[in-house]
């Protein structure tokens, strides 16, 4: 049966997605499993690609032309909406992009490709982001394990106005998704130079002839070899999850330090001491699970147990970011050798790796090149970040017509 059809007062229309829709249906994972995978051929698109809003082409996978041509029937269009159906990340949904095509998708995401003349493709990609709660609640409902069905996206209502305020909308919402997509492509780009300088400059000493030998090996006379742990002090963070209520300050887990705020996220309203809060700009190392240090970027949070707040003792931030970015696989080895369930390492293994650190005349030389780039990164990543705010407040108002996009003719000044 179909849908209500018919327009309400402001023109919208409810429609079930199996009406506007030519294609509905996930994929397979090919013979093999992964022993199939191949490091070129066709893109596999698998849900760990799948993010809200964005693609991420990390660990992602591809498989030989004849694999591919087995499963020609879940060929990825362009712009094609991809939405995980199983697991943890099930209703997450993007767009396709471009610039991963060919591609197939494996039994754990659906294609979702709309008829162009019925429903625009960002638009639809914008309401499935705004009825993520329904599609989780139709996914945990009677089963085993959260998944959604072929009839189940099918039968999913939403309402829609005619195609071309669909498209007007999914302009606005398009510029903020590329300007902020932007920023973080710069973020990358900024940090890939630091750290090929950094490397350069304070490991392989590339422009200094003048080198003596020391217990990393040779570096610039007058340089000192110093243990990365006595760079900075390190504050381990404490048991904040426990006070979760709600309200406040995010607890920042490894979870949110690899990929921010999500759905299980923790806040709480509990007062602790500075050293335990990380404001814009601090630098956050986990010491445990998947090592790494990171730059936080969002508002004032509380620090959990299995991070170090890292502060600087007498050394410009971005060296004591870079040194550790340096040291970070050896720690990542220790961790990976730990018999345990989750790697680690402790506060001694801080003190068993050095790295060359030049007197502070030298420092501030350097410090004219590396600074820039450190706050030109940090300023593109919170501006992105803030776009993301304002982004994520304006969707569901515009895909619920709160807010109306006047057409071109009405946003144009008017001319005497």
């Not at 190392?285 to 936080?296: E, N, T």
């Amino acid at each position: 049966m179909r849908s209500d059809m018919t327009s309400d007062r402001r023109g919208w229309r409810r429609i079930a997605l199996g009406e506007v829709c030519h294609k509905i249906g996930s994929g397979a994972t090919p013979r093999g499993g992964e022993d199939a995978y191949t490091p070129t051929g066709v893109a596999l698109i698998r849900s760990k690609n799948v993010h809200d809003l964005s693609f991420s082409a990390d660990g992602l996978a591809r498989i030989p032309d004849k694999a591919a041509d087995a499963l020609r029937g879940v060929s990825v269009e362009a712009g094609d909406v991809l939405l995980n159906i199983t697991g943890q990340s099930v209703a997450r949904c993007c767009r396709a992009p471009q610039a991963i095509l060919p591609a197939r998708v494996n039994q754990h995401v659906a294609i979702v490709r709309p008829d162009p003349k019925e429903l625009d493709s960002r638009f639809l990609q914008y309401a499935l982001v705004v009825n993520k709660p329904r599609l989780l609640a139709l996914a945990s409902a009677g089963a085993t394990r959260e998944a959604l069905t072929k009839a189940m996206i099918s039968e999913l209502e939403i309402e829609a106005p005619e195609i071309t305020e669909q498209r007007r909308l999914s302009t606005v919402l398009g510029s903020l998704e590329e300007k902020i997509e932007s920023n973080r492509r710069l973020v990358k780009t900024l940090e890939e130079i630091a750290t090929v300088l950094f490397k350069a400059r304070f490991i392989e000493f590339l422009d200094c002839d003048d080198l003596v030998e020391s217990e990393i090996g040779p570096i610039p006379q007058g340089w000192s070899n110093t243990p990365v742990g006595d760079l900075a002090r390190y504050v381990n963070g404490k048991a904040f999850t426990k006070f979760g209520n709600g309200q406040g300050r995010m607890v920042i887990r490894i979870a949110e330090l690899r990929s921010g705020p999500g759905k299980s996220t923790v806040y709480s309203d509990h007062e602790t001491e500075p050293d335990f809060m990380a404001a814009p700009g601090d630098i956050l190392f986990a010491w445990s699970g998947s090592l790494d240090v990171y730059r936080w970027i969002r508002p004032e949070a509380l620090i959990n147990q299995h991070i170090f707040k890292v502060i600087p003792k007498g050394y410009p931030d971005w060296f004591v970011f870079h040194a550790l970015k340096h040291v970070m696989p050896h720690f990542q080895a220790i961790a990976a050798d730990k018999a345990t369930t989750m790697g680690h390492i402790k506060r001694a293994d801080l003190h068993a790796f050095s790295v060359a650190t030049p007197p502070a005349s030298a420092l501030r030389k350097h410090n004219a090149v590396f600074a820039p780039l450190f706050e030109r990164a940090f300023a593109a990543g919170r501006e992105a970040e803030t776009l993301t705010r304002v982004r994520d407040q304006l969707l569901p108002r515009l895909i619920s017509g709160q807010i109306r996009i006047p057409p071109d003719e009405q946003l144009a000044p008017k001319v005497a």
